[in-house]
């Protein structure tokens, strides 16, 4: 089972920004995809971006031009960089791997951290 670990989450006013970081075990290097994902106050569970085992990556409509997901091997950590952020990006995020699917539903993710908690205001 991959263990991760993300942290980074915090509270920022919009259009300020923040990087998520998640730390993976080694196991982590057999995944298809890495990715992040989102689920606000009584919302559902949402895919934000992934990134394949190629480096292809791949982002929600909604955060494109603004979030930018990478891989660090060397660190053993997936990053998610927010910037220009908006009161509507306010959800606890979490980092996930797939063991054989690739792109942003949240049901072809089988291992998942316990999410690190973003707040926008206004």
């Known amino acids: 089972q991959v263990q991760l670990v993300e942290s980074g989450g915090g509270s920022v006013q919009a259009g300020g920004s923040l990087r998520l970081s998640c730390v993976f075990s080694?196991?982590?290097?057999?995944?298809?995809?890495m990715g992040w994902f989102r689920q606000g106050p009584g919302k559902q569970r949402e895919g934000v971006a992934a990134?394949?085992?190629?480096?292809?990556?791949s982002y929600a409509d909604s955060v494109k031009g603004r979030f930018t997901i990478s891989k660090d091997y060397a660190k053993n950590t997936l990053y998610l960089e927010m910037n220009s952020l908006k009161p509507e990006d306010t959800a606890m995020y979490y980092c996930?791997?797939?063991?054989?699917?690739?792109?942003?539903?949240?049901?072809?993710?089988?291992?998942w951290g316990q999410g690190t908690q973003v707040t926008v205001s206004s």
């Open positions: 990134v394949d085992s190629a480096g292809r990556t």
């Open positions: 996930a791997t797939s063991s054989f699917y690739t792109g942003l539903g949240p049901w072809d993710y089988n291992s």
């Open positions: 080694e196991d982590a290097y057999s995944s298809s995809s």
